[in-house]
């Protein structure tokens, strides 16, 4: 017997009848032996109806106390959905209990919106699973030390998942999606595109950072961190598939590497198109400056992703970096109002029409002229690269927007991704 986290996302609960089925799929393994918890998301387009009804009569909850209530409007959406998997179980005779995240306790800091989990207390799970209940948990949602519901953020019940299936110390994380796994990229974007069976947990953090929607990255952060044995697969197989069958699917996130995996240079090509781009013009060349624009920033709890400082010119520079689109105006006028007046700059001017395209692969360690390939590929397709940042296992750049689907499919032909791997 095993204990098994199983995550299922808005869509997989998007109505009555999916919700059965996910019941059904969940007592299969509970009737094979398994120890079952289940951490569902909202009901598909559940979160956005309720943050829509909270803008009609505040537009902008910047506010602490705001963005406090919230976190207790959004984190409603989840409650229902368990307590709905909960009946449907029991329906099927199979013992059931629902807790919300606040009821675990699933500890977080106090940043509403975007908490950050502290600590799991696992004490009452435990309890119910060795009495052979099924524990069905809140995904995206938690409690402050002041008693305050949190949310994770969105994507966070993909997180929840993650960080329970660590706490539990669980056998595996089965994160199950309208996807079948990890694509090489986008096959809405490239039909051609192949699902990976295994994928390193490397490079599953860099798709996730680049702009891969398979995964949260703060959920293969915790995979990581802790060594949770997670796989991505759909909830759209038959609810009776054979358990051999269902748990040899989708992608396994690995965390050994192996020689078949350098085999493969690029593993996939990911993109966002959710950036903006921030350029301070006439900026003071001295020691301290970086903090001096960003630290402020960071304080807003606004992320900031590419960052690029150009040479010095008679005592000045230009500084730019990338931020989330949704803070993009946020950012400008933080800016405007207290940054520049005090550093001295000349000026500030943002570009809200870009997006990055980034190649990833474990690979990319030990071959050379993986990001010379990249660049000569969009030279040929006449498209101009704005920003260029670089790790181990990745090349990222910052385009024009309307270049993004061109920029995404020359490189993914380029760089074979639609050819089956050679045999080890």
Not at 274 to 281: G, L, Q, T
Not at 324 to 334: F, G, Q, V
Request: aromatic letters at 4%.
């Amino acid at each position: 017997m095993a204990l098994i986290v199983h995550k299922y996302g808005g869509t997989s609960m998007g109505s009555t009848e999916r919700i059965r089925s996910v019941a059904q799929r969940v007592a299969k393994w509970v009737h094979a032996g398994h120890q079952m918890v289940v951490v569902p998301s909202a009901m598909s387009g559940e979160t956005n109806r309720l943050l829509g009804l909270a803008k009609e009569l505040m537009p902008n909850a910047t506010t602490p106390e705001a963005m406090r209530e919230l976190d207790a409007i959004a984190a409603t959406g989840e409650q229902v959905s368990v307590g709905l998997l909960a009946l449907a179980l029991q329906a099927q005779g199979v013992s059931a209990v629902s807790y919300g995240g606040w009821q675990v306790p699933l500890e977080t800091d106090s940043a509403f919106t975007k908490a950050r989990i502290t600590r799991i207390d696992d004490r009452r799970v435990r309890a119910d699973l060795a009495a052979g209940r099924v524990v069905i948990i809140t995904g995206f949602q938690g409690i402050d030390a002041e008693g305050n519901v949190t949310t994770l953020g969105r994507g966070g019940s993909d997180t929840s998942a993650v960080a329970v299936a660590a706490a539990l110390k669980a056998a595996e994380c089965l994160i199950y999606t309208d996807v079948d796994g990890v694509y090489t990229t986008d096959p809405r974007i490239v039909p051609e595109a192949r699902r990976l069976s295994t994928i390193s947990f490397e490079e599953m953090l860099e798709m996730a950072s680049l702009g891969s929607k398979v995964l949260q990255i703060r959920s293969v952060e915790f995979a990581g961190k802790y060594r949770v044995p997670t796989r991505v697969l759909s909830s759209f197989t038959p609810h009776d598939i054979p358990i051999d069958e269902e748990a040899v699917s989708g992608t396994l996130i690995t965390f050994e590497e192996d020689e078949k995996m350098e085999q493969a240079v690029v593993a996939g090509i990911a993109f966002n198109r959710d950036e903006a781009k921030i350029s301070v013009i006439g900026v003071p060349d001295r020691p301290g400056i970086a903090y001096a624009l960003l630290g402020p920033v960071a304080e807003a709890n606004i992320d900031v992703d590419v960052i690029i400082q150009n040479v010095s010119h008679d005592g000045r520079t230009d500084f730019s970096f990338t931020v989330h689109r949704n803070d993009y105006a946020r950012t400008m006028e933080l800016l405007k109002a207290k940054i520049l007046p005090a550093v001295g700059a000349a000026d500030v001017r943002g570009d809200a029409r870009i997006c990055k395209v980034s190649i990833v692969g474990i690979g990319m360690k030990s071959h050379v002229g993986v990001a010379a390939r990249m660049f000569q590929t969009l030279s040929s397709e006449g498209i101009n690269i704005q920003m260029i940042t670089t790790s181990e296992i990745k090349t990222s750049v910052v385009l024009d927007e309307k270049y993004m689907e061109l920029a995404v499919r020359a490189l993914h032909k380029a760089f074979g991704l639609e050819e089956p791997k050679a045999a080890g």
